[in-house]
């Protein structure tokens, strides 16, 4: 099983800038999709950003056009670049990988989560 650790969170003004990224072990990681959910204090957790194992990805509709989600399967890592943050986009990011190439998969590994605070 895949396991999975998140890193680069942080505290951001808005508009700013941050990446994240998700580190994964596991020889088959490059065959998993994976996906970036976030959950703010009081809501439920939501989908941010996936990608298939080739390469295809998909956002939010409160993202799209600000973060881009990309992998790198010779170092086993996800990235969601975060532009033009939002005080909004304050929540714990969380890496999950998915049983299959697509997020159409069950889900199955996740990550500990990182903390990711944009202040206005």
């Known amino acids: 099983q895949v396991q999975l650790v998140e890193s680069g969170g942080g505290l951001v003004q808005a508009g700013g800038s941050l990446i994240v990224s998700c580190a994964a072990s596991g020889s088959m990681f490059s065959i998993n999709a994976i996906g970036w959910y976030r959950q703010a204090p009081g809501k439920q957790r939501e989908l941010v950003a996936a990608?298939?194992?080739?390469?295809?990805?998909k956002y939010a509709d409160s993202v799209k056009g600000r973060f881009t989600i990309s992998r790198d399967n010779a170092k086993n890592t996800v990235y969601l670049q975060m532009n033009s943050l939002k005080p909004e986009d304050t929540a714990v990011y969380y890496c999950?990988?998915?049983?299959?190439?697509?997020?159409?998969?069950?889900?199955?590994?996740w990550g500990q989560g990182t903390q990711v605070t944009v202040s206005s």
């Open positions: 990608i298939t194992s080739a390469g295809s990805a």
């Open positions: 999950a990988s998915y049983a299959g190439r697509t997020w159409l998969a069950s889900l199955g590994s």
